[in-house]
């Protein structure tokens, strides 16, 4: 799998810790261009979301399947049927942690059993580093998003943190906390591979997919 990797920053760069060969990088100083992808099979971005919002018309007559990690930024609502009319399947995600598929399950799961609760309210705090450029983070916005009530978020920018994510579930007696912490980001780059394989094998309807749904749906229909 020839892997076409745009953004080679601080996440990006993990792809190419793990997969050493096959990847053509694109920055600011090597931009894509129709040719230079025509030897691709799937694209990778890593790009902040402004830049990969400029590329887009350029990745849609390329082609290629692709995986979005870029983040902080809407989508063109009519991305999804753009995709369908030209027989395209991408991924998106705020976050490839395969640990935060996991949380979507327990919150989903958590939904179930809210009314047990007569009083409660929900919080959200997103921890991240300090060159980070949207506030929420992608990931809150997500979390918050598989709540089935309203979610107050917090954010905080400091050092280098990689991602911590705690949604709490506070009641007059009690707390329960759900939390993740990205430990290094070789995680994204490792789901964002995940990603582009799953892509590849081309068994994906065309259109636009969210990466937890696609995972989740994975192993569900491994089980
Ligand atoms: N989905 C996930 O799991 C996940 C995880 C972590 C981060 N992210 C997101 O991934 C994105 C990148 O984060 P990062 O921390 O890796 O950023 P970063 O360290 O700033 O790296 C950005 C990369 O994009 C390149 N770039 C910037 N503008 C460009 C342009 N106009 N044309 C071509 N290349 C351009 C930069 O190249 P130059 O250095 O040459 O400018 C650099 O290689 C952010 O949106 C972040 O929120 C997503």
Redesign the pocket.
């Known amino acids: 799998m020839r892997i076409a990797l745009?953004?080679?920053?601080?996440?990006?760069s993990k792809i190419l810790e793990l997969k050493k060969s096959d990847i053509t990088v694109?920055?600011?100083?090597n931009?894509p261009t129709l040719e230079k992808l025509k030897n691709c099979d799937v694209a990778i971005s890593?790009?902040?979301?402004h830049?990969f919002l400029?590329y887009i018309p350029l990745l849609l007559d390329s082609k290629l399947p692709m995986v979005i990690?870029?983040?902080?930024v809407e989508f063109p609502v009519e991305l999804d049927t753009q995709l369908k009319e030209r027989k395209m399947a991408w991924i998106y995600?705020?976050?490839?942690?395969l640990g935060v598929v996991l949380t979507k399950i327990l919150i989903e799961k958590m939904n179930d059993y809210l009314g047990l609760f007569n009083e409660r309210s929900f919080s959200l705090h997103e921890i991240h580093h300090t060159?980070?450029?949207?506030a929420p983070s992608?990931t809150a916005l997500s979390m918050a998003s598989w709540v089935d009530d309203n979610v107050q978020i917090t954010s905080e920018r400091t050092g280098d943190v990689v991602?911590h994510h705690a949604l709490t579930l506070r009641t007059p007696r009690e707390e329960i906390t759900i939390a993740h912490e990205a430990l290094d980001?070789s995680l994204?780059a490792e789901?964002?591979l995940r990603a582009s394989e799953l892509l590849n094998q081309k068994k994906l309807p065309f259109g636009l997919h969210n990466f937890q749904e696609v995972m989740q749906k994975n192993i569900q229909d491994k089980e």
């Open positions: 745009l953004g080679k920053g601080k996440t990006g694109f920055d600011s100083q931009r890593f790009l902040p979301g830049a400029e990690g870029s983040t902080g995600g705020s976050n490839f942690s060159k980070k450029l949207d992608g991602g980001r994204f789901g964002a």
